[in-house]
């Protein structure tokens, strides 16, 4: 079956939502532990953000493409 971009533009928003779920977690165990662990979560946190920007970036894309003021259309800018 076929998607229009808006829907894969939806699926990426809900996957999005899933990385900020992850994220909750992730840091409501942050809270309450060690040193060693801490850092260990740090880093996780810091590829789930990157993740979620990317995410929320490319669900946007996708579903303002047709949009008639959403400007260029180049998903990598040169």
Do not use: Q, W
């Not at 699926?11 to 840091?27: C, F, L, N, T």
């Not at 810091?46 to 959403?70: F, M, Q, V, W």
């Amino acid at each position: 079956m076929m998607k229009t971009l808006r829907e894969l533009g939806e699926e990426y928003e809900a996957a999005a939502i899933g990385v900020k779920g992850r994220i909750a977690v992730k840091r409501e165990r942050l809270r309450s532990c060690g040193m060693n662990e801490a850092y260990e979560l740090k880093s996780e946190l810091r590829t789930l953000y990157a993740e979620y920007h990317d995410a929320c970036e490319i669900a946007n894309y996708l579903k303002g493409y047709y949009e008639p003021h959403s400007g260029k259309r180049e998903l990598f800018p040169s």
